[in-house]
Nanobody, 131 residues
Framework: QVQLVESGGGSVQAGGSMVLACEAS????????MAWFRQPPGKQREGVAA???????SYADSVKGRFTISQDNAKNTLYLQMNSLKPEDTAMYYCAASSLWYMTPRQALGPMTRRDHFGAWGQGTQVTVAS
């Protein structure tokens, strides 16, 4: 059982920056890929960024060049550095972990990915960007 706990959300002005963290704990789950998803108010969940065990990454077009995903394996922590934030980035942000060894970061963010492709999800952290 793996537990994921997000932190770092809050409110920020447009153009500002924020870092989200996701700490993993527990055993019995091999994490091959980690990802950040978000769900804006009244909209469906969407993939934001993903990172594979080899360090390869993928980003949604809407955040490319502004967001950076990284992980510190020694601390079992996933990060999402968010710069140049826009009001449309306002959402609940979730981290997720997958044990599917064959899934690439690009596939993780694709339309065919289902919630159950990820065996562990965090509780979410709210990010609000004011205009």
């Amino acid at each position: 059982q793996v537990q994921l706990v997000e932190s770092g959300g809050g409110s920020v002005q447009a153009g500002g920056s924020m870092v989200l963290a996701c700490e993993a704990s527990g055993h019995g789950f091999t994490r091959y890929l980690m990802a950040w998803f978000r769900q804006p108010p009244g909209k469906q969940r969407e993939g934001v960024a993903a990172i594979g065990g080899d360090g390869s990454t993928s980003y949604a077009d809407s955040v490319k060049g502004r967001f950076t995903i990284s992980q510190d394996n020694a601390k079992n922590t996933l990060y999402l550095q968010m710069n140049s934030l826009k009001p449309e980035d306002t959402a609940m942000y979730y981290c997720a972990a997958s044990s599917l060894w064959y899934m690439t970061p690009r596939q993780a963010l694709g339309p065919m990915t289902r919630r159950d492709h990820f065996g562990a999800w965090g509780q979410g952290t709210q990010v609000t960007v004011a205009s």
